[in-house]
């Protein structure tokens, strides 16, 4: 028997706005609310909520035999509540199905795991409530920002109370056929491990409207063959859910594809779709899996690279912090919360000085006029975060 367990990564990050030097001390408004809002009610209409409907109606069609799972961090709540409360709403028809496991990550998608355990742990515990007071649903599976995994996080979220925990299934740390097994986390009782195939997820995430690719055009039918015949029980397909008519447009056809991909994966009749907790439980580890330093899914390098990459980015978060003790010690509830939104990792990413291929990515998402300008910024936004807390 096969087993596939999809999983959708849903995030959105407060975009600063150009802060001027010129405001450091007089202006504490550090997020261009207006494109905040113009780009969730834009992926809300072009993804977020005709993806949910799709979704909704597959699942109810195939009788929870099409199962997903889905990762929506904090601050992308946040901005649904604000902007578009009808994704919600959606996200709340889609738990009813019956068919959907909500994963636990960061809130504010940071890098805290990598920079302070107390931190860290007090973000998945602001998530963890959040996810409880709107869908009345409490995680088992943790998804940290951007897979970011090492065996010091397998030590921290054991500590949580999680069961399992997904990660990059990059070839040198598991082996080619690695992301088709299931893992027993080093240093844990029996924390597993799901690793991502990232062969068949970036079919559909990156090369899928390529006409380039020699396997243009991918129709649900090709690529359910390809999951038949991949070696081992298990195929883990994660991908961002902006995918779904954002990162490639509804005219490319994916939403046919996806349309069409519940059946045609289930009509291999030993082929099943689980969620990650039900994969979990099916399956006994099959072997340990030592991962001493940090991966993620992230760039070529599958490293931290991507936000940590050059001394700009170091810079900007070692500053950030070196304030996180006075600034939980404040009280001062709007100045923790302009600060841990100031944390998430989209703003280093931004910074990145990569080339080729990898730069593309970097740039395609980056709202700022370049790296250097992103760090300018921040640096600008954090003297007047210290300032602040200087007279707080």
Partial sequence: MKT???????HQPFRMRNYHILDIGKSHNYFDDKQNREIIRKVAEKCYLPTNRLIAKLIRKHRRKFRVSYSVTGVALEQMEKYAPEVI?????????????????T???SLSAVYSEDEFKRQVNIHRDKLKQLFGVVPVTFRNTELIYSDHLAWLIQQMGFQTVMAEGV????????????????????????LRNYRLSDDIGFRFSNPG??????FADKWASWVNAAPGPLHNIFI???????????STGIFEFLNYLPEALLAYKDLEILTPSQVSKKYPAQDELACPNWISWADTERDLSAWLGNSMQRDAMDKLYKMEQRIVQSGNFELIADWRKLSTSDHYYYMSTKYAADAEVHKYFNPHHGP???YIVMMRILSDLEERLNHS
Avoid at 4 to 10: A, L
Avoid at 174 to 182: H, R
Avoid at 213 to 218: A, F, G, N, Q, V
């Fill in 240 to 250: 961002d859910y902006e995918t779904f008519g954002e990162h490639q447009w509804a």
């Fill in 171 to 194: 070839d040198w740390l598991a082996g080619e056929n690695g992301a088709g097994k299931i893992w027993r986390a080093r240093g844990t009782d029996n924390l597993k491990i799901l």
């Fill in 107 to 109: 809130y504010y998608h």
């Fill in 4 to 10: 596939v367990c999809f999983y959708f990564q849903v």
């Fill in 372 to 374: 250097h300008f992103a």
């Fill in 213 to 218: 690719w020699s396997e243009h055009p991918l």
């Fill in 89 to 105: 709403d959606s996200f709340r028809d889609l738990i009813s199905t019956g068919g959907v496991e909500m994963l636990s990550e």
